[in-house]
Structures are given as structure tokens and as C-alpha cells.
């Protein structure tokens, strides 16, 4: 094992091709086991950054639905109509918080194993975790930005940060 730089106790390591993770299913005892488990954490970091974006344009649609539910003052349509629009709304508004509430519990979770994973500081997986969120914001970015700029969250500066 080879130290790189040292966080606190913990050394950032090059440690080769032995590593473990999370479980000990997942301990690796050759470079070619090292180069599956860094092409899982990728995948993995890739899969977090996906689910971000879907998770901005579900917000985008909640925000939109929400914010265009109570403009309508149905003078033109009558009423029976008025009420299945009402309806079809409130279905929808309901569809969306069930989709938005699946999508942020699987992104907290991949967020946190992400973490995880990174905090075994082996460089290797560091890498690939680096590289899979890297690689994910710069294939979903647009489909992200445009969902937020939708709803103009920009123009008034907030939304547009994690928290």
C-alpha cells in the first residue's frame, strides 16, 4: 500500500488491486476485479447524476402544475367540465408528489452509498467516482438547466443550489 496524502488518519492510497467496500462481497484481490469495481462505482456516480437531473425536471412539471391549477376561473367551460379539470389537476399534482417522493428517496440513497464508497479514499475509486459524476453532469446538465430555467427559479436566484 502506497500513501498519497493523508485526510486526518486516513491516508488516500493507492492500494492496488486489494480494496473492500461496504461488503465483503465486494473485496477485490486482482486488477481485473479493481477495474469491475471501478466500473461499478462509475456507473453508480453516473446513475446519481441522472437521477438529479430527473429529479429537477419532476420539480419543474410539480412547479408548473401547481403554479397553473389555481389561474383558471372556468367562465368559459362549464361546470361539469370545470370539476373533471379540478380532477384530472389534483390527480396529477398527486401522481407527481408520488414520483417526486420515489425519486428523492432512490437519489438519497445513491447519494449516500456514493459517499460511502467514496470515504474508502483508495484513488481508484476515487477516480471513478469523480469521473462518474463528471461524466453524468455533462451528459444531463442541459436536460437539468433547461427544467429549472422553465420554471423561473433562476431569475429570482433560488432553486438552482442543492439545498
Not at 469491475?36 to 441522472?50: G, N
Not at 367562465?75 to 389537476?89: H, T, Y
Not at 467516482?129 to 453532469?137: I, P
Not at 436536460?143 to 439545498?163: I, N
Request: charged share 15%; with cysteine; net charge neutral.
Amino acid at each position: 500500500m502506497v500513501r498519497v496524502a493523508c485526510v486526518g488518519d486516513a491516508p488516500l492510497t493507492v492500494a492496488g488491486q486489494e480494496t473492500s467496500l461496504l461488503l465483503p462481497a465486494f473485496a477485490t484481490s486482482t486488477a481485473f476485479d479493481m477495474l469491475i469495481l471501478c466500473i461499478i462505482v462509475f456507473s453508480l456516480a453516473f446513475l446519481q447524476e441522472f437521477l438529479r437531473a430527473e429529479y429537477s425536471v419532476l420539480e419543474a412539471r410539480y412547479a408548473s402544475i401547481v403554479a397553473h391549477s389555481g389561474n383558471d376561473t372556468g367562465s368559459e367551460r362549464a361546470p361539469s367540465s370545470q370539476v373533471n379539470a379540478d380532477v384530472f389537476a389534483k390527480a396529477s399534482v398527486v401522481r407527481l408528489q408520488n414520483m417526486r417522493t420515489v425519486y428523492h428517496v432512490g437519489l438519497s440513497f445513491v447519494s449516500l452509498l456514493v459517499m460511502t464508497v467514496f470515504m474508502s479514499l483508495n484513488v481508484w475509486i476515487v477516480a471513478a467516482v469523480l469521473s462518474g459524476t463528471g461524466a453524468g453532469f455533462h451528459v444531463f446538465q442541459r436536460r437539468r438547466a433547461e427544467a429549472v430555467a422553465s420554471t423561473g427559479l433562476l431569475k429570482d436566484g433560488g432553486g438552482a443550489g442543492c439545498h
